[in-house]
């Protein structure tokens, strides 16, 4: 079956401007995260949903940062107000149900973003 | 908090055996190790679970030792093909759902 899809593949934009970034998760999958990742570094947590509730917001940056999710289904980030820091690959993963067990995590290609 | 991987790099010649590490200051109800290479995402290698339970593919060889909060990943016999960035995932008992990612593990295996 189709993995976890992600969209654009890179985006470019001014320093100021917003940006949404775009996640389909594996059909099935209730868990989606999504991380950070700096060039040559780990990947930085920023925020999980169960179904369309985010029981943990802790990762998000700062206020210009948030994120949505219809149903179990697709997730939106939005990062406000860009600016360069926020430059990195934003990637998203899904998995089966988090609440009880650990399951594997599936990653899309990631959202290369560049704030100029 | 995020988890400390060791070592930072390793370089190996196709055959030769290494050991990643991965070490947390908090209670952990699990630990998933990933590769990625390249520009690549990363992909699933394994999850150890407290009490226990492993889940991944047959060929990678991990340990969990649940008083130390402390995994490690095994690289037998390595090939070409493990080459990549190496990142450990920690779930706490306290964060259900959210894993902590290490710094990663560069490994370069040459032939």
């Known amino acids: 079956g189709a993995g976890v899809s992600q969209s654009p593949s890179n985006k470019v934009t001014e320093k100021g401007k917003d940006v949404e970034l775009r996640c389909d998760p594996i059909?099935?999958?209730?868990?989606l995260y999504w991380y950070r990742q700096r060039l040559g570094q780990g990947l930085e947590f920023l925020i999980y949903f169960q179904g369309n509730s985010a029981p943990d917001k802790s990762g998000l940056p700062s206020d210009r940062f948030s994120a949505e999710r219809t149903g179990e289904s697709v997730s939106t980030l939005t990062i406000q107000r860009t600016q360069q820091e926020d430059s990195a690959v934003y990637l998203c993963?899904?998995?089966?149900?988090?609440?009880?067990?650990?399951?594997?995590?599936?990653f899309g290609p990631g959202t290369r973003l560049t704030v100029t | 908090q995020q988890p400390v991987q060791s070592p930072q790099a390793v370089i190996l010649r196709e055959g030769e055996d290494a050991v990643i590490n991965c070490s947390s200051s908090k209670a952990l109800y699990s630990v998933h190790w990933y590769r990625q290479k390249h520009g690549e995402a990363p992909v699933f290698l394994m999850i150890l679970l407290k009490g226990g339970e492993q889940k991944g593919h047959e060929k990678i060889s991990a340990s969990f030792n649940e008083k130390k909060q402390q995994s490690s990943l095994y690289l037998t016999a390595s090939q070409l093909s493990y080459s990549g960035t190496y990142f450990c995932?920690?779930?706490?008992?306290?964060?259900?759902?959210?894993?902590?990612f290490g710094a990663g593990t560069q490994v370069v295996v040459t032939p």
């Open positions: 995932g920690t779930q706490s008992t306290d964060s259900w759902g959210k894993l902590q």
């Open positions: 059909s099935g999958h209730t868990a």
């Open positions: 993963a899904s998995s089966l149900v988090s609440g009880t067990s650990s399951y594997e995590q599936y």
